[in-house]
């Protein structure tokens, strides 16, 4: 394994997983990537409410300080899930549109040569024949690497 990437959401899964990954890491001496996706949406509204903030407070705040709380974010998951565990990890974050998330996955596992890709899927009929949502299809369909995929 050259280095892995654990697509991270605000759910008791992700830190789960986060530990999983790292215990492959640690076994294979690589990097730990954390990546946070914010949605384009999501940023706005955020970085309309801090302006206003801004006005009241007569200073200026951006997209820089609304993608803070995404690192900050990260750095709390990982402080829970890796707090016993020694390995090496980063903090990526990426802004997408929602139709955009398996490909902004796919280019931060790239940029950061990783060859292993963890997330989280959820079970989407009582049958189990929808297994996958969308991201995690297109994930697995498109990355040229490993997918681990915890299901929910």
């Not at 394994?1 to 654990?6: C, D, I, K």
């Not at 079970?123 to 929910?152: C, E, H, N, W």
Request: glycine share 4%; net charge negative; aromatic share 6%.
């Amino acid at each position: 394994m050259e280095n892995a990437l654990v697509v991270v959401e605000d759910t008791i899964d992700s830190k789960e997983l986060v530990r999983e990954a790292a215990s492959f890491v640690v076994a294979e001496e690589a990097t730990l990537y954390l990546f946070v996706m914010v949605s384009r949406d999501e940023l706005e509204r955020t970085v309309s409410t801090l302006e206003r903030i801004g006005e009241v407070e007569n200073t200026s705040y951006g997209a820089d300080t609304a993608l803070e709380g995404a690192t900050v974010f990260l750095e709390e998951v990982a402080n829970e899930a890796l707090d016993d565990i020694d390995v090496e990890y980063e903090r990526v974050c990426s802004v997408v549109d929602d139709t955009d998330r398996s490909s902004a996955a796919i280019q931060a596992a790239n940029e950061n040569d990783c060859d292993h890709v963890f997330t989280t899927g959820s079970k989407r009929s009582p049958t189990g024949k929808a297994l996958f949502g969308d991201f995690v299809q297109s994930l697995i369909l498109s990355f040229d690497g490993r997918v681990t995929v915890d299901l929910q």
